[in-house]
């Protein structure tokens, strides 16, 4: 039976990011996806002028008709969150849809390069955390990992080679102990590559590759949507993150080719069969 994931996340119009980058990969991957908008965008919020309807009050209307329905989800994934209302709305949606076998993947999208994002004040943090706790897989990168421990990113960035990765894998394990067993800290820099430090019950595993130019809109979600959806379709956590960095970094390599703008996202349409042809 196909595994159903309920998506919940933006939508923007241009960007390839959230929602349209999430559904497609799900799709490839043989997951339903099914939308849970909480916002609708004319453009991804790096677009300058971008116009935005918010969708948060209608995220109850979702809830009871679906709950009306009696759907059930195989998978529930969280993505940006705009606000604590926003935030509550998403807590009260895994209350309803979570079940034991309900596989939840938190990306907890708060900041990048060291800094929080603006509006993210110390409730909606503690309404982020909370949403750790509840997950089965969590996807921050490095900022968000630090922001979420209390661990000084410039101390942790200075370290170099193993010291490095020893740190961030204590950063996965402190993940751990909220809740998650699955830990994908993602956008490590070392030198001349990017990597991404895996922890499950199996261990401690590096997936990287060759940095290829700067930050893209969409990339974090790319990444999320392709380790949910092998997930959930019983791939190991280890293989899963190397399918994504396979799939991302091909992307990368058109986008660079074409000198699309990185608010636009990464170039991953033709790429679409690297995930089709995935072996389960």
Same mark, same amino acid.
């Given at each position: ?27 490839? /991957?043989? &997951?339903?996806?099914?939308? =849970? *908008?909480?916002? =609708? ?22 809830? @009871? ?9 195989? !998978?529930? @994934? ?5 606000? $604590?209302?926003?935030?509550? +709305? ?7 849809? @979570? ?22 004040? *110390?409730?909606?943090?503690?309404? =982020?955390? #909370? ?5 089965? &897989? &969590? ?22 080679? *193993? ?14 102990t909220l809740g998650p067993e699955i830990v994908a800290v ?10 991404? $430090? ?7 595993? #590096? =997936? ?6 700067? @930050? ?15 997930? /959930? ?9 190397? #399918? ?8 990368? +390599? ?10 636009? !996202? ?15």
């Open positions: 039976m196909t595994k159903r994931v309920a998506v919940i996340n933006d939508l923007s119009g241009l960007g390839r990011c959230s929602l349209t980058a999430a559904i497609p990969v799900l799709s490839a /991957l043989g &997951v339903q996806a099914c939308p =849970v *908008p909480t916002a =609708v965008l004319s453009a991804q919020t790096g677009f300058p002028g971008y116009r935005l309807q918010d969708l948060t009050d209608h995220m109850g209307d979702f809830l @009871s008709h679906w709950q009306q329905l009696g759907m059930t989800f195989d !998978g529930i @994934s969280t993505g940006f969150l705009s606000s $604590v209302a926003q935030a509550e +709305g998403v807590l009260r949606f895994l209350e309803a849809f @979570s079940g034991a076998d309900t596989m939840i993947l938190v990306d907890p999208v708060m900041g990048d390069d060291g800094s929080i994002y603006p509006g993210y004040g *110390p409730e909606l943090r503690q309404r =982020v955390r #909370l949403l750790v706790e509840r997950a089965g &897989v &969590v996807t921050p990168n490095l900022t968000e990992a630090c922001l979420l421990t209390g661990a000084d990113y410039a101390g942790l960035t200075a370290l170099k080679g *193993p010291a490095l990765f020893d740190a961030v894998a204590d950063l996965g394990r402190q993940l751990q993602t956008g490590v820099r070392q030198a001349d590559h990017i990597y991404n $430090v895996i922890l499950d019950r199996k261990g401690r595993h #590096l =997936v990287g590759a060759p940095l290829l130019g700067g @930050s893209y809109s969409g990339t974090g979600d790319l990444f999320a949507a392709v380790l949910h959806g092998c997930l /959930l379709r019983g791939m190991r956590a280890q293989k899963a993150a190397a #399918l994504a960095v396979c799939f991302l970094s091909a992307a990368l +390599g058109d986008t660079l080719a074409a000198g699309t703008d990185r608010n636009q !996202g990464v170039c991953f349409e033709t790429h679409m069969g690297l995930l089709t042809d995935a072996k389960f």
